[in-house]
């Protein structure tokens, strides 16, 4: 019997424990300030101090509880990064990794697709691009290649269909485009103007971007009758072939608008694909949609959408 009360006595004050190890949640917004929590779109746990160690484990997660960050700061006020970060997809695969010291990012970095194939590896030194950057496509045929110079790309830079065929060759210097030569697929050199980064085109571009939001967002009765009105921020990802994937809600309402919006972004029609470097090239953003009443019986107008912004990632990556 006494062997009972003391299990049952530690499965009641389990929990407790567990939760007194964190300190309160730190809601931040999409360029990772505190904020208060009905203008976030993630939140920090930060665990007591490791007294041992001298470090403090965090994690961030999204809104809805999805796992996007593991590591660990030296301070807390100021927060500095200082130790291994990971960054994980919704599934809970690695996305990437790399290590900090003294708030800057140092060591070899390395970036996952969402199997577990390698899709980027480099180093950075005191919190800049140093030494030789490869980039694979998901078939593991080489995507890119070149050195960096001080954090800047410097010297000859190759690209890669997923082929292995060259798409493009620049040449730098510290960061500046001395000229680009650009590949058909079939080998030959491109005789057009190419751009070397050019976004995915909806069909009609952007005027039928929002036209498409403005015919096909509906305002949830349930909204209507709690007079819920603001803005759905959805993320998504426009993909090599031009379809929409990972449609996620990063800043919602309430759960009626925030699954229309959703709902409407994940039905969008392929897009013509985004491309760098000639290659085609998967891209994310985040679309704002605003819902309000339709006051169209009254002579009003349905909300005036406005067009997305490329997303840009909370880790120490950047396009090259």
């Known amino acids: 019997m006494k062997t009972r009360l003391v299990a049952l006595f530690v499965c009641l004050v389990a929990p407790w424990a567990a939760a007194a190890q964190n ?10 300030e505190a904020t208060v929590p009905d203008s976030a779109t993630h939140y920090r746990l930060i665990e007591r101090k490791n007294e041992s160690a001298g470090t403090y484990a965090i994690q961030e997660y999204s809104l809805a509880g999805q796992l996007l960050l593991r590591g660990t700061f030296s301070t807390i006020e100021p927060p500095v990064r200082s130790g291994q970060f990971t960054w994980y997809y919704a ?7 790399v290590h900090y010291r003294d708030d800057e990012a ?18 950075y030194d005191n919190g800049q691009r140093v030494g030789r950057w490869v980039s694979v496509h998901r078939n593991g045929q080489k995507r890119s290649e070149g050195h960096y110079v001080a954090g800047r790309p410097h010297g000859e830079w190759r690209y890669y269909y997923n082929t292995g065929q060259l798409s493009a060759i620049e040449q730098l210097d510290k960061g500046r485009s001395m000229g680009t030569v650009f590949y058909n697929a079939d080998g030959t050199h491109a005789a057009a103007t ?6 995915p085109q909806f069909p009609g571009g952007e005027a039928g971007l929002l036209q498409y939001l403005a015919r096909n967002a509906e305002y949830p009765k349930a909204a209507r009758r709690k007079n819920i009105t603001g803005k759905v921020y959805v993320s998504y990802t426009v993909g090599e072939d031009g379809r929409v994937s990972h449609v996620q809600v990063v800043r919602g ?6 699954n229309e919006a959703r709902r409407v972004v994940a039905n969008m029609p392929a897009f013509l694909p985004g491309r760098e470097y000639n290659v085609p090239t998967a891209m994310t953003f985040t679309l704002p949609i605003y819902f309000a009443p339709n006051f ?9 959408q406005v067009p997305p912004t490329e997303a840009l990632a909370g880790i120490p990556e950047e396009i090259f």
């Open 106 to 123: 140092d060591g070899v970095y390395v970036a996952w697709y969402e199997d577990g194939k390698v899709s980027n590896r480099g180093e």
């Open 253 to 258: 309402l309430a759960p009626d608008v925030d």
């Open 91 to 97: 599934n809970g695969a690695r996305a990437s990794q």
């Open 296 to 304: 169209t019986i009254f002579g009003g107008t349905r909300p005036r």
């Open 23 to 32: 300190m309160p949640a730190v809601y931040l917004n999409d360029r990772d």
């Open 194 to 199: 190419v751009e070397r980064r050019q976004v």
